[in-house]
Structure formats: C-alpha cells, structure tokens
C-alpha cells in the first residue's frame, strides 16, 4: 500500500478539522510567520477543463519543519459558501523559495471560467506528544481568473 495516500487523507482530515479553528484571512489577504520569512503566492489564473478539472499553482517559502508540509488549495466562485479542494502536495520548509502546482476535479458544473476566489495554505504536522498537530507557516486568499485549457 503506498503511503501517498494516506498522508493525503490525514491532511486532508487535519485541514478540515482545523479549518473552523482558524479564521479565514480576507479577499486578496496575506498571513505569514512574523519576520516575513515565509509566504505563499497564488498565480494570477488557473486553468478549467471541461470535465471540471482544476489546476492551480505559485510558490512557497517555510523553513524550520519538523513533521511532513503540505501545500493546500480550495477554490470558490461567486457568493457560494462551497470552497472546493484543489490536490495538495507536499513542501519542502528548507528557507528556499519553491514552485507548487495542484489539481483537483471538482465536477463538471461546479465551477465556470472567470473569476473565483482560491486559499492556499502551507501547514506542516507537527509531532505533539505522539499526535501530529498542525502548525500552519503561510496562507493567502486571493482571485485568480479561471481559463479553459
């Protein structure tokens, strides 16, 4: 069994369960360690295929990990309170400044080309006596214009 998977699905779960714990930064809202020595950008477009395909990417900088670093994305459109998953994979928290690219399908109505709102997060699960507790190093919301592939 490959342990992609299930690292995935911990994030994933952890990110859901943490999600109502943190308050969501605003439109266009950057929120990164003090110092300012981590962040997370969001390319300004991503792209929509017809069979409701996102993919979405920009860059990361963190440092100072000690468990497994995820970068993860939603996205939203219009007025909707639904934020769809957009993938996660995982980060590199060596001070350097990387690339990260994610994709999801989120169906094929869910979204249309245009604008929508996408949060990236990069968190890490820390070890806390025994339970990996996450620790998040740099967020960002910003709108991003979806385009057909």
Avoid at 63 to 73: D, F, I, L
Avoid at 115 to 128: C, G, H, I, Y
Wanted: proline letters at 6%; glycine letters at 12%; charged letters at 15%.
């Amino acid at each position: 069994m490959s342990l992609r998977p299930v690292l995935g699905a911990l994030t994933g779960a952890v990110l859901v369960l943490a999600a109502p714990l943190a308050s969501a930064p605003a439109a266009n809202a950057v929120v990164s360690a003090p110092g300012g020595t981590e962040a997370v950008t969001v390319d300004p477009t991503g792209t929509l295929a017809s069979d409701g395909t996102v993919t979405l990417s920009g860059t990361y900088r963190c440092s100072g990990n000690t468990g497994p670093a995820y970068v993860s994305s939603s996205v939203a459109q219009g007025d909707s309170t639904v934020r769809h998953g957009i993938g996660g994979s995982t980060a590199v928290c060596d001070g350097a400044e990387h690339a990260w690219r994610n994709t999801g399908r989120v169906g094929a109505d869910a979204l249309e080309h245009g604008t929508a709102q996408v949060e990236a997060t990069v968190m890490e699960l820390r070890p806390s006596g025994g339970l990996p507790l996450p620790h998040f190093h740099a967020a960002r919301r910003q709108d991003v214009t979806l385009t057909a592939v």
